[in-house]
């Protein structure tokens, strides 16, 4: 089959690679009808996570239909269209039936790369890094899918591919983001960064109750975005002294009453602490560029929420005594689609939330290097490029 490979720092190529095949009798293959990039992927294919090897096919939200299952699964059958949440999950483990997904203690079969960076192993993802479990992903024209039973949910008619597709990742990471931010009727919620997760955080915090979202990004396109399908204010942060006064003087000096990061460690920004933390990367004393996630520690208002959804590695002026002393409650977490995704399917055929916004661009597989320099490098307004095997 035909899939997207990382071959080194900025290489990915289209190539011919084995089909996946059923190796547990949980398995199912999946034919990918779609798949998306995620912002994530850039901290690999920029060299900034370890654990890739030559020839890993990479990608990690996707939907499909079902081609071939195995012979314990019971769920799931051929012909069925589905999407997948982007952590696999047993669904058997403490962790899986407290809802913490990505958190499974039975998906990651390669523990040794990961325990002596995290003290612990997390769920296994498709096509991120082998530190996450070496799956292969979605990017390609077929995938495997372990725990089908627990890891594939059927989309119904209502829902375009589009629809279903962001409620792989994209949806559900911003779902879980306004949902962990402790968000109360009247609440006003700051979220930086205005991608895929970060337009999903805003459109359900309006969903939780917040009463007023503040949506903060340096792209014209992206905050109009913003105000267009959200209905959120929003801060230009190139054309501001200071994001967090500017919240302050927003917010009658009191500051956001959560504050969401949808940016992770290659944030973009200004100044010299932005400076400071490029040179840092450029150099590998740290993984990390961290001004949004610091922006959003000065920012919340004393007693408020502070939830990560970037991804990051190793920061260093990190802000510890802010957040003791401002008593914030810190919330984080890798998504756990499994659980919401019931109540996202419910939310889009109401019409309540619908991401296919998210999709700016579409590309054939052959073409999808091109997908992702045009996605980096934010070229054309592009938020989501799509591929189609």
Same mark, same amino acid.
Not at 32 to 55: A, Q, R
Not at 82 to 107: A, E, I, M, R
Not at 168 to 181: C, E, I, V
């Given at each position: 089959?035909?899939? +997207?490979?990382?071959?080194?720092?900025?290489?990915?190529?289209?190539?011919?690679?084995?089909?996946?095949?059923?190796?547990?009798?949980?398995?199912?293959?999946?034919?990918?009808?779609?798949?998306?990039?995620?912002?994530?992927?850039?901290?690999?294919?920029?060299?900034? +996570?370890?654990?890739?090897?030559?020839?890993d096919v990479i990608g990690h939200e996707f939907m499909g239909v079902v081609e071939d299952?195995?012979?314990?699964?019971?769920?799931?059958?051929?012909?069925?269209?589905?999407?997948?949440?982007?952590?696999?999950?047993?669904?058997?483990?403490?962790?899986?039936?407290?809802?913490?997904?990505?958190?499974?203690?039975?998906?990651?079969?390669?523990?040794? +790369?990961?325990?002596?960076?995290?003290?612990?192993?997390?769920?296994?993802?498709?096509?991120?890094?082998?530190?996450?479990g070496?799956?292969?992903?979605?990017?390609?024209?077929?995938?495997?899918?372990?725990?089908?039973?627990?890891?594939?949910?059927?989309?119904?008619?209502?829902?375009?591919?589009?629809?279903?597709?962001?409620?792989?990742?994209?949806?559900?990471?911003?779902?879980?983001?306004?949902?962990?931010?402790?968000?109360?009727?009247?609440?006003?919620?700051?979220?930086?960064?205005?991608?895929?997760?970060g337009l999903m955080a805003q459109q359900s915090a309006f969903l939780m109750g917040a009463e007023r979202v503040i949506a903060i990004d340096r792209f014209p396109e992206r905050l109009q975005m913003a105000r267009q399908h959200v209905g959120a204010e929003t801060i230009d942060y190139t054309a501001v002294a200071s994001v967090p006064e500017m919240l302050r003087e927003m917010t009658g000096g009191r500051g956001p009453d959560a504050c969401i990061d949808a940016v992770g460690m290659e944030a973009h920004g200004t100044g010299l602490q932005y400076a400071y933390d490029r040179a840092k990367q450029f150099m590998y004393m740290h993984s990390d560029r961290g001004q949004a996630l610091r922006e959003a520690i000065q920012a919340c208002r004393k007693g408020g929420t502070l939830t990560v959804l970037g991804v990051y590695g190793i920061m260093d002026k990190f802000p510890l005594g802010m957040i003791m002393n401002k008593g914030l409650t810190v919330r984080a977490s890798q998504q756990n689609g499994q659980a919401y995704m019931k109540r996202l399917f419910a939310h889009v055929e109401k019409g309540e939330l619908d991401p296919s916004f998210l999709a700016t661009h579409r590309f054939p597989l052959e073409e999808a290097p091109r997908g992702y320099a045009m996605f980096k490098h934010k070229q054309d307004g592009c938020v989501r490029a799509v591929f189609v095997p």
């Open positions: 089959m035909r899939a +997207l490979c990382w071959n080194g720092v900025n290489d990915l190529r289209v190539e011919t690679v084995k089909d996946p095949e059923i190796v547990n009798p949980h398995d199912c293959i999946l034919r990918v009808t779609m798949s998306t990039t995620c912002g994530s992927d850039l901290h690999f294919i920029d060299g900034y +996570l370890p654990g890739m090897k030559e020839g299952v195995g012979r314990e699964v019971s769920k799931v059958k051929k012909g069925d269209r589905v999407v997948v949440p982007s952590f696999v999950t047993c669904g058997q483990c403490w962790y899986c039936k407290h809802d913490l997904h990505s958190l499974c203690d039975n998906t990651h079969p390669k523990p040794e +790369l990961q325990e002596p960076l995290l003290g612990c192993t997390t769920a296994g993802i498709y096509g991120y890094t082998h530190v996450f070496g799956y292969a992903g979605s990017h390609a024209e077929y995938i495997r899918v372990p725990f089908a039973d627990q890891n594939c949910f059927q989309v119904s008619e209502a829902l375009t591919d589009e629809q279903a597709l962001f409620l792989s990742d994209a949806a559900p990471t911003g779902y879980m983001g306004a949902d962990l931010s402790n968000i109360r009727p009247g609440d006003t919620v700051a979220v930086w960064g205005c991608g895929g997760v």
